[in-house]
């Protein structure tokens, strides 16, 4: 951003790199970093893929410019959509951190000409439940997400039955409304 001496402030920090790479983000510290995107940026809107059998939220990001709310405007922008997941095995949750990261580098930081052309669709945290469940894992982070979901299903065989509240919210939220190019 304008002015910016290299560094971010805190709240626009993800949890591994306030804690030294020693913990993960948990539901709400994602839910809390996406508060703090939204209050920075006029160039995201949130929306819920699903509510999880334990009642959490599933958020996704529209990062857009200008801003996109529904998919009938991202359809007469002319912009491709990509959607972008991370977190389905919470015991990976690399990819979940990556893109927290990369979400505040296209609306804040020197990836924002990304949205010239495109409409980046970002869902961090897509086994919000298997996420908070939390296991000894091996190196750091000690604890790390499971890797099925809270009914004990692995969510990556879903793809055809469709019998996940998760799976399910991503085809009618995401995949039939959205209709993005690249996945």
């Not at 951003?1 to 949890?15: D, I």
């Not at 939220?57 to 996109?68: F, G, Y």
């Not at 919470?90 to 927290?100: C, D, F, N, S, T």
Request: proline share 6%.
């Amino acid at each position: 951003p304008k002015g910016w001496n290299g560094k971010w402030p805190a709240r626009l920090l993800t949890v591994p790199e306030k804690t030294n790479y020693e913990r993960t983000a948990s539901s709400t510290d994602i839910l809390e970093f996406i508060d703090a995107l939204r209050w920075s940026s006029d160039k995201v809107h949130v929306l819920t893929v699903y509510t999880s059998p334990l009642r959490k939220i599933c958020p996704a990001l529209v990062l857009a410019s200008p801003r996109v709310t529904s998919p009938e405007q991202a359809a007469k922008s002319g912009k491709t959509v990509v959607y972008l997941q991370g977190n389905i095995h919470p015991y990976e949750m690399e990819g979940k951190e990556a893109l927290l990261v990369l979400t505040r580098e296209i609306l804040l930081g020197r990836l924002t000409g990304l949205l010239d052309n495109l409409i980046i669709i970002i869902c961090p945290n897509f086994n919000v439940d298997g996420n908070d469940t939390l296991n000894f894992g091996e190196g750091t982070p000690h604890l790390v997400g499971s890797g099925n979901n809270s009914q004990n299903l692995n969510l990556n065989r879903d793809a055809v039955r469709v019998d996940t509240v998760e799976v399910a919210g991503l085809y009618r939220t995401i995949f039939n409304r959205w209709d993005p190019t690249l996945i």
